[in-house]
């Protein structure tokens, strides 16, 4: 079974930059589309960026859009975020997962097409 490990999250002042990173081991990672998500407090989880198995394709919560950029290894098995110019309201807790099928790039901001989530990590932006 695939376990995904987040990093990276931090307390960083407005408009800084923080580099996510999830890893994942015990199973296939090369072959799934990868999505980032995010939950504040009292707000449901919402869908951030996904990227398609290859990395050929990448989409973007507008509010993010231009600032965070969603890319991947798959030697390595890692996808990262990288956010930049970072808000207060960026402030949650980020979570990667893993898409439920395998070469497919659908329904990519639904939590429902994923099954397989990391622990979370926290961001806290400053103003």
């Known amino acids: 079974q695939v376990q995904l490990v987040e990093s990276g999250g931090g307390l960083v002042q407005a408009g800084g930059s923080l580099r996510l990173s999830c890893a994942a081991s015990g199973g296939t990672f090369s072959t799934y589309t990868m999505g980032w998500f995010r939950q504040a407090p009292g707000k449901e989880r919402e869908f951030v960026a996904a990227?398609?198995?290859?990395?050929?394709?990448?989409d973007y919560l507008d509010s993010v859009k231009g600032r965070f950029t969603i890319s991947r290894d798959n030697a390595k098995n890692t996808q990262y975020l990288e956010m930049n110019s970072l808000k207060p309201e960026d402030t949650a807790k980020y979570y990667c997962?893993?898409?439920?099928?395998?070469?497919?790039?659908?329904?990519?901001?639904?939590?429902?097409?994923?099954?397989?989530w990391g622990q979370g990590t926290q961001v806290t932006v400053s103003s």
């Open positions: 990227i398609s198995w290859r990395g050929i394709n990448t």
């Open positions: 997962a893993r898409h439920r099928r395998a070469f497919t790039y659908i329904d990519y901001e639904s939590r429902e097409s994923y099954n397989i």
